[in-house]
């Protein structure tokens, strides 16, 4: 996914990757600011087939955290962003992350589950970050803007993807940078896309299809619209 993004950056240049709202991010300020974060983050500690929560609302950093991840090949654990505490420490624990980037409005959250997620060592926040954790964007901008690549192939682990749970505790599914890269490969199959294409996805990044919708958008170079919540009057505009 890390090579797939740097070929559609070159290729792509300053054409809109991601819009959100009233912004837009182009594809080289995507490999950029991923190159960064990843450098940061192993900076921190984070390894190749380390677990990573990664708890945030739509926008620009849920997307940006997973593809530093897939760069340094570490594994993300996408977590829904309207969990309690029980089904918080159920998740930290079971996939035995060791770091998390999580918003700070999630934190008071957070705060009550620590205790039962010993391998939960490192923080990072999005917003006002307190003493011990680390700014998302403090450490973007102040780490390295190369990043030495991993190596990382294509059947290594990408995500740990917990299931609704609907049955009992969510499973976790274990995918790999393949996987995203044939599932978007298959759906293009479905799909006659053009240069001025636009897409748009409506459903919360810590599902699936946010992601693959990404992937997809790099295999195509077509800009994907990133709706912030699932409501009938946004996704008509």
């Given amino acids: 996914i890390g090579q797939l993004l740097d070929q559609a950056a070159s290729q792509h240049g300053?054409?809109?990757?991601?819009?959100y709202e009233d912004r837009a991010m182009s594809f080289r300020q995507m490999a950029d600011r991923t190159a960064?974060?990843?450098s940061a983050l192993r900076s921190l500690g984070v390894q190749k087939g380390d677990r990573v929560s990664v708890m945030l609302p739509n926008g620009f950093d849920f997307p940006t955290a997973w593809l530093?991840?897939?760069r340094i090949g570490a594994v993300m654990v996408p977590t829904n962003i309207t969990y309690q505490q029980h089904d918080l420490a159920y998740l930290l624990e079971d996939s035995q992350a060791s770091a998390m980037i999580l918003h700070h409005e999630i934190l008071p959250v957070l705060e009550k589950v620590r205790p039962d997620a010993p391998a939960l060592k490192t923080l990072i926040v999005v917003g006002d970050a307190p003493a011990g954790m680390y700014g998302?964007?403090?450490l973007i901008a102040q780490a390295a803007d190369h990043f030495e690549a991993s190596e990382v192939g294509e059947d290594d682990l990408l995500n740990i993807q917990y299931t609704s749970g609907t049955t009992g505790f969510p499973k976790g599914c274990m995918l790999t940078h393949r996987y995203w890269l044939v599932l978007a490969h298959v759906i293009s199959h479905y799909y006659d896309f053009r240069p001025d294409d636009v897409y748009l996805t409506a459903q919360p990044f810590y599902y699936m299809d946010p992601q693959w919708n990404v992937v997809l958008a790099l295999m195509h170079g077509v800009p994907l619209v990133v709706i912030p919540v699932r409501t009938m009057a946004l996704f008509m505009q």
Avoid: M
Avoid at 14 to 19: F, G
């Fill in 136 to 138: 998302f964007e403090s």
């Fill in 36 to 38: 960064r974060l990843a």
């Fill in 14 to 19: 300053e054409k809109p990757l991601l819009i």
């Fill in 68 to 70: 530093a991840l897939a």
